[in-house]
């Protein structure tokens, strides 16, 4: 029994590994999303792109909890999208791959950056002729004041980001791990001239294990 559970187990994390790095392989081409809605207009959102996955949790400012309304997926072309700047925000924290972003409560000072940001974007786009560079920082622009007209409106945001490989990589290991374990113990017992399945002493037996019907090792017959 406890060897058919493992077995299963190990069935499970081959399966997870496989759609896992499908989805790590897919988020080069593919930016997909996949949202919990409630009925308040809070939601918890997975997506996948550019071989990050973002996990975002958020709440409605002086909203009930409605409970759960659908779930929705949406999928576009990378190429199609304007570039996120997931890897770069104000209110972001860096715990080496990861990235978490908390959006607090409003201070009385958020007014005043709305109002900086604001002009600084508005600057950058009166701009007849924009570097690539000048495109990226009133695009980054656009997102921190989103992000700070945000905090006027919700109670509860954050987001968390990584690289999608480390999913693969996690259901890997103990596939990885259990088939050295096993390879280990079966040169173990051939060594020792037990039987590589059960364990059973094989020393007196020179063809089959009397006790699982294995063949017998040829170092096991000999020994």
Not at 51 to 79: A, T
Not at 181 to 205: E, M, Q
């Amino acid at each position: 029994m406890k060897r058919r559970g493992l077995t299963v187990a190990r069935i499970v994390c081959l399966l997870l590994w496989i759609l896992t790095l499908t989805f790590w392989i897919r988020s080069h081409w593919r930016n997909d999303e996949w949202f919990v809605i409630y009925r308040t207009d809070g939601c918890e959102q997975v997506s996948t792109l550019n071989g990050d996955i973002m996990v975002r949790h958020e709440r409605p400012r002086d909203g009930e909890y409605g409970g759960f309304q659908r779930i929705s997926h949406r999928s576009d072309r990378v190429g199609a999208l304007p570039p996120r700047p997931w890897h770069e925000d104000m209110l972001e924290t860096r715990w080496g791959l990861f990235r978490y972003l908390n959006i607090p409560q409003p201070n009385p000072g958020v007014f005043q950056q709305i109002a900086q940001t604001r002009a600084a974007m508005v600057a950058a786009s009166q701009k007849p002729a924009r570097t690539p560079e000048e495109v990226s920082r009133l695009l980054q622009l656009q997102w921190t004041l989103s992000q700070q007209q945000r905090t006027l409106s919700v109670d509860s945001y954050w987001e968390l980001v990584f690289p999608l490989w480390l999913l693969p990589a996690a259901f890997a290991l103990p596939v990885l791990l259990t088939w050295a374990l096993a390879v280990i113990r079966r040169r173990r017992r051939i060594r020792h001239g037990l039987c590589p399945a059960c364990g059973y002493d094989l020393r007196a037996s020179t063809e089959r294990c009397p006790e699982c019907g294995a063949p017998t090792p040829v170092k096991a017959a000999t020994t």
